[in-house]
Structure formats: structure tokens, C-alpha cells
């Protein structure tokens, strides 16, 4: 029979992805058939999974973490945000529909039934489950009909152990105050509590420990320092972008604008492990830097929208300059999308603006079209001569002049643009970085003496530095032996 366990935060952002990820591999090194599963994820930082559908990148690396091909039913439902106020909803890795906030309340009901399905065919084999929440279980507005906390939980038996963020300060009033504000049958899921991201002394926690057991009669299971390993890892949440440090004297400077749906960013995630890079995330009110030798335009889930937003902060006039300075350009998906003449929209599909003028870098245009492209590819640089591997997923067809200089081809197709004086290329391709000779070549073409290092070993060896660590510091064989009490 298979064993489960679900790992649910006091609130979003408190590191239960890389807790369950690191879990997930200590799993898989002590032997056991472990397997991730989230419910419902909300993010725009996909992943393709091995079966073909889109999930949340986080299970696509618990996965990895797990030593298993991932699958859409690790993450049954993703709502990938496209406005303020609403989402597209991915079932089981395919287009369900789009839905606002309050829209998706109503539909959660029927979609338990996809998620209940997912979760029997992750269950199959496996002698362990990890399951990931989503936000808090404290949020009772939203506890009617909820399939990502309390309501799978209570549906699928699975007990619960609830993670507090020490970082953000506060952590025993949010424990505390999950336990107050639960109905009973809630309450009775959760079997302890674990302490994230401790900072220094660990004994000087030890009264509050106490003091949280005390109010909630919950026993901890280990208080987690801050584990550095962690920022080697993909992330998933934008949030992550708020936080990263720019490097001091680093031989190129890199220019991101954070568009206001970006997506799939972790394709930076290679260029931010570079030595002599110096990835600098450029936020709205914030000028592109001027010393910049390429700017990045990442991937977007609202191509018209973010190209407004594009204007709007005055990144086209920036990127005017930096090309006339003979800085170099690269598009991915919706950025690659961006740089051209226009892009428009005669379906409405993103929204109520269906034509707009390009940033006029690529001489290209696009059209979106309803079918979605998501798909795994193997593909190779033209420029370089060098083999790449990657995903798409994207909606939109791209012609002009500049695609007869095509970037890449993709499963033998030719991908993408370049400019005819080769500092601009875009493309569809998603984790043409992470491809360690490609990466080593272009940083070379830009002057950057750089060597091709093993990106996807460093995430594999960080993997186990943080399994090593939760085995140090948890309760692991009393996390894994949990069982709802009846």
C-alpha cells in the first residue's frame, strides 16, 4: 500500500518546494519508490513534462529529485495567471479552459474529480507520495470546495505537516494561528510542524518550539536552517525575483526587464550560475542598465499585454540605445515575439488589444493562433554549430524576412530569427541555456573567457547536498511512518 505524506505552509513562499524536493531525494537514496504530486499549482514558470503536458516547474524537479520521468498528473490542475484577475487552467498538462478568480470557485468541484484520478495513477507503484499544498490551509474563504490543501487531504486521507518560515518573522503566531482558525477536521490532518529557513543558533529556538507545541499540542519535526543549496535549484515563483542579488564587478552584464507575466524565467538560471555573469533583473520604474552587453526579453503568458507594459516603463527607448551602442538582443518565446514589427491577435485569445506595433529589432511578424505548441524537442544552433535541447510552449506563428536566418532548428525545423548584422536572434525554444557548450560559445562571441561547465550536474548535486541536510536536522523516519489518526 502506498505511503503519504502532505507538506502544507502557513502561507505562500515559506520553501515547500525545495522541502519536498529535497525529501523526495533523500527517498529515492534510502531505496524507496518516492513520487511528488500537487494538487493545483499557480504559476506561469512551466515545465513540459516527459508525458507532454504542461505542469508546474516544481514538480517537474521533485520529479527529477525523484529519479522518475515527470507526468501531468504530478500537477493535475496549473492556473497560469494572465491578468490580474484571471487565469488559463491546465488539467492534467492540456488547455481546460480560462476562468477570473471567482469564476474558478465554481469549477474547483468538478475538477477534484481530475485531480482524485491523477492522484490514483501517482499512487501506482510508489511506496512513497509527497504532496506539495498551495498557500495556506489558514485561507477559510476558500476552504468550500478547495482541491490544493484540506480539501485533497481530507479526500485522500493523506496526513499533514505544516511549515512555518522563521525568515519572514511571525512563525509562531502562524502556526498558532492556522491551529485556532481550523475547523476540527481540518485540525486533526496535521500531525507536527516544521521550522524553515533558520538563520544562526538553533537552541536558541528551543522555547518557542516548546511554546508552539504548548498551543497546539502539534510535535515538531525539526527545525530547517537556511539551506544556500537551494538557490542552485529552478524556481517556480516569481517572487524568487524580488530577492536576487546583483554581483559586483563580473565581466558582462546581462539586462532582464521583468515583464509583468513573465514566464518560464529559469531559462536565466544557467546564465545565473556563470561566474562572470552578472544577471541584473530590471524591475518596473528602473531604467535598463546602460553598461548592459545583452539584454534578454524572457518569455511571456500575455505577449500584447507585456509588450504595453514594455513601453510603458520605457525599455524601448532603453533598448534603442543599448542596440545603437552595439549591444547585444535575444528573445525568447514572447520576447522573441516582441522584437519583431507587430504582433497581433484577431481571436482575442490574450485579450482585448489584437494588434500592436513591435520593438522592430527582427524583421518578423506574429500571429496568434489557438493552438497551443507544448512540447519537449531536441534542437541545434545555427549560429554556433551546436547541439541544443529544450522545450515550447507557446501560441503564435512567427514569418519574415529575418527567419530565413533562423536561430536554431528544432526537431530539424528551422526556429526563430536573427538580424542581418547577428547581435539580435529570437527564438521558441525554452532552456537553449542550459545546453553547456551553447552557453560556453555565445558568452565567448560576447568577449567572456568562459568554460563549458556541467549546469544540470550542479542542480543534480544540489539535490543531494539538501537531502543530506533534511537528514540531519528532520525526523525523516517519523515524516515518512505518518498516518492520519482515525
Not at 518546494?17 to 493545483?40: H, I, M, T, Y
Not at 504532496?131 to 480539501?151: H, Q
Not at 522584437?339 to 527582427?362: F, K, N, Q, Y
Not at 518578423?364 to 519537449?376: F, G
Request: include cysteine; aromatic fraction near 6%.
Amino acid at each position: 500500500m502506498t505511503h503519504a505524506i502532505m507538506l502544507q505552509g502557513t502561507g505562500s513562499d515559506v520553501g515547500k518546494s525545495v522541502l519536498v524536493a529535497g525529501l523526495c531525494r533523500l527517498a529515492r537514496n534510502r531505496g524507496l519508490k518516492v513520487r511528488p504530486f500537487k494538487p493545483q499549482n499557480m504559476s506561469n514558470n512551466a515545465a513540459v513534462s516527459d508525458d507532454g503536458g504542461e505542469i508546474g516547474r516544481a514538480q517537474w524537479l521533485q520529479a527529477l529529485a525523484c529519479g522518475v520521468p515527470s507526468s501531468v498528473h504530478m500537477n493535475p490542475v496549473l492556473l497560469k495567471p494572465q491578468s490580474e484577475t484571471g487565469s488559463q487552467i491546465i488539467v492534467q498538462g492540456k488547455v481546460w479552459g480560462q476562468a477570473k478568480g471567482r469564476d474558478y470557485q465554481k469549477f474547483k468541484a468538478q475538477l477534484l474529480d481530475a485531480v482524485m484520478a491523477s492522484w490514483d495513477i501517482v499512487c501506482e507503484g510508489a511506496d512513497l507520495v509527497i504532496v506539495e499544498g498551495a498557500g495556506s490551509p489558514a485561507e477559510i474563504n476558500l476552504r468550500a470546495g478547495d482541491i490544493a490543501n484540506m480539501g485533497f487531504a481530507t479526500r485522500a486521507h493523506v496526513p499533514v505537516v505544516l511549515v512555518g518560515d522563521i525568515d519572514r518573522g511571525g512563525v509562531i503566531a502562524s502556526i498558532v494561528g492556522t491551529h485556532a482558525i481550523l475547523q476540527p477536521e481540518d485540525r486533526g490532518m496535521i500531525m507536527g510542524y516544521i521550522i524553515n529557513k533558520f538563520r544562526g543558533d538553533v537552541s536558541l529556538f528551543d522555547d518557542g518550539l516548546r511554546a508552539i507545541t504548548q498551543f497546539t499540542n502539534w510535535p515538531s519535526f525539526g527545525v530547517v536552517p537556511w539551506l544556500k543549496d537551494a538557490s542552485r535549484l529552478p524556481a517556480e515563483d516569481s517572487v524568487v525575483l524580488e530577492r536576487l542579488v546583483k554581483g559586483e564587478g563580473r565581466a558582462l552584464k546581462i539586462a532582464v526587464p521583468v515583464l509583468d507575466r513573465i514566464a518560464n524565467f529559469d531559462d536565466l538560471d544557467p546564465l545565473m550560475a556563470e561566474p562572470q555573469v552578472d544577471v541584473v533583473m530590471v524591475r518596473s520604474g528602473e531604467r535598463l542598465p546602460a553598461d548592459a552587453g545583452l539584454v534578454i526579453i524572457p518569455g511571456s503568458k500575455s505577449t500584447i499585454s507585456d509588450l504595453l507594459h514594455f513601453r510603458e516603463n520605457g525599455w524601448d527607448r532603453d533598448l534603442e540605445m543599448h542596440r545603437r551602442r552595439g549591444g547585444h538582443i535575444v528573445g525568447i518565446c514572447g520576447g522573441y515575439q516582441m522584437l519583431g514589427r507587430t504582433v497581433r491577435d484577431p481571436d482575442a485569445i490574450e485579450g482585448s488589444v489584437t494588434e500592436v506595433e513591435g520593438l522592430g529589432h527582427l524583421d518578423i511578424d506574429t500571429i496568434m493562433e489557438p493552438e497551443k505548441t507544448v512540447r519537449n524537442v531536441e534542437a541545434h544552433s545555427l549560429q554556433f554549430d551546436l547541439p541544443l535541447r529544450g522545450y515550447e510552449i507557446h501560441l503564435g506563428r512567427t514569418t519574415g524576412p529575418d527567419c530565413l536566418r533562423p536561430a536554431a532548428r528544432i526537431n530539424g525545423v528551422p526556429d526563430g530569427a536573427t538580424s542581418e548584422d547577428r547581435k539580435v536572434f529570437g527564438t521558441y525554444l525554452h532552456g537553449l541555456f542550459g545546453a553547456d557548450a551553447f552557453r560556453a560559445a555565445l558568452l565567448r562571441s560576447m568577449g567572456i573567457a568562459a568554460d563549458a561547465f556541467n549546469y544540470n550536474a550542479g542542480v543534480e548535486a544540489a539535490l543531494d547536498s539538501i537531502a543530506g541536510q533534511l537528514s540531519d536536522v528532520l525526523d525523516t523516519d517519523g515524516l515518512f511512518a505518518l498516518k492520519v489518526q482515525r
